[in-house]
């Protein structure tokens, strides 16, 4: 059976440990991570990030091989290895931190107003933007589930007034999640109103999902890339700005009111 670029990565990861008789606690405490963590990545269960992989290099002074074998994979499998590494966490996640400033978050974006976003860059194809949709839609299946996370998630006021797709498509998806709002027991929205004036969430956009075993890890996007955040320092940095942010933001009820406000003056 023909082995994946990831498969092959955690082959040689196994290999590299294992060949110097170490187990995986001994490993562990080797590149400063739990003996739990080092079974996960090995079992394929939590991937391997730059940071992990890094940690492996400086232990066995391999050169970097590691990271160069990790920056490989994104030229060898179809997803770039920032997203699938996000996507692990994110269908592994028990609760979701999500804070956005220029868009709706894309797990809670509707099929039209994905379309939208995706179809502004200028960059993709027609094609491009339709397989990136239906990447989007599948992840939204982690909504549906009985097992589905908690997810808190704040808006900035000025993503429900951008006309992303027009006055119909953003009409329909401000009541998407004002329904969300309304019906779910896994989801809650809040909004940043217009009168905050500078505040944390300017920065930009993160996620904190939170892991079996209440591990937090972060995750920062931009235009051309992903950044899973995982150093301890870094994440409780984001957890700082989260609390920040939730601070300037409306109620669920004050939000569920505001969306359904400017929803109906999409016309």
């Known amino acids: 059976m023909t082995m994946t ?58 050169g970097g091989m590691f990271t160069r074998l990790l920056e490989r994979l994104s030229e060898l499998d179809a997803a770039p290895l920032w997203l699938r590494e996000w996507i692990t966490f994110e269908q592994q996640a028990r609760a979701l931190r999500w804070y956005e400033v220029a868009w709706v978050p894309g797990l809670l974006q509707t099929e039209a107003y994905a379309r939208a976003v995706f179809g502004s860059d200028g960059w993709l194809s027609a094609e491009e ?9 599948a992840r939204q299946q982690i909504l549906s589930g009985d097992d589905s996370p908690q997810i808190v998630a704040v808006v900035d006021d000025a993503a429900l007034r951008r006309p992303v797709g027009g006055a119909a498509v953003m009409r329909e998806q401000l009541f998407h999640l004002a329904q969300l709002n309304q019906d779910s027991r896994r989801v809650r929205i809040h909004v940043v109103p217009q009168g905050v004036g500078a505040y944390a969430g300017l920065d930009g956009p993160f996620v904190i999902a939170t892991l079996p075993g209440l591990v937090d890890v972060g995750y920062l996007d931009n235009r051309l890339r992903g950044q899973v955040v995982e150093r301890a320092a870094e994440v409780a940095a984001l957890r700082e700005q989260w609390e920040a942010i939730l601070a300037e933001a409306l109620t669920l009820h004050q939000t569920t009111e505001l969306i359904l406000e400017v929803a109906k003056s999409w016309i």
């Not at 196994?14 to 003996?35: M, N, P």
């Not at 391997?48 to 066995?60: E, I, N, W």
């Open 5 to 62: 670029a990831a498969e092959i990565l955690l082959d040689e990861l196994r290999r590299a440990r294992t060949s110097r008789g170490l187990s995986q606690d001994d490993f562990g405490k080797l590149i400063s991570y739990s003996g739990t963590h080092v079974s996960a990545v090995e079992n394929g269960t939590r991937p391997p990030t730059g940071d992990y992989v890094a940690a492996v290099d400086r232990a066995l002074t391999t």
């Open 129 to 137: 933007v339709e397989t990136r949709v239906a990447a989007r839609l």
